[in-house]
């Protein structure tokens, strides 16, 4: 019995070493760096933020327009730019992405 204790309590000291090492190691000044992204890296963010914004914007509208803070006339005439921009954005991920898969296929050939 006593034995089975000894065993289960050295477990869970080793256990929570384990979970807690390393939250006790010194982080290095490298650790905390990130890579600069190179350019098609920072394109991909620019047009994910443009179509984050630009959808974001459509379901503000949306809502104001479902709580009748935006009136239908000008829900119309601000519904179809907002579409229009998010089209776009969404096109111009596709074209990146497609352009960025063509570009790693002519690389490994």
């Known amino acids: ?4 204790l ?12 384990a979970v807690a090492l390393p939250f006790l190691k010194e982080p290095t000044a490298e650790s905390d760096r990130f890579a600069e992204p190179d350019a098609a890296s920072r394109r ?3 047009l994910a933020e443009m179509r984050d914004r630009a959808l974001a914007t459509l379901k503000e509208l949306e809502f104001d ?3 009748g803070k935006v009136s239908d006339e000008d829900y119309r005439a601000l519904l ?5 921009d998010a089209a776009q ?4 991920i596709d074209q990146a992405a497609s352009a960025a898969a ?3 296929a002519t690389a490994e050939t």
């Not at 954005?89 to 111009?92: D, F, I, N, Q, T």
Request: hydrophobic share 60%; no cysteine; glycine share 8%.
């Open 44 to 46: 991909q963010l620019e």
């Open 6 to 17: 000894v065993l289960a309590a050295a477990l869970t000291v080793g256990a929570v070493v």
């Open 89 to 92: 954005a969404l096109r111009a």
């Open 80 to 84: 179809g730019p907002l579409r229009r």
């Open 102 to 104: 063509a570009g790693s």
């Open 65 to 67: 327009h479902r709580t």
């Open 1 to 4: 019995m006593i034995v089975a």
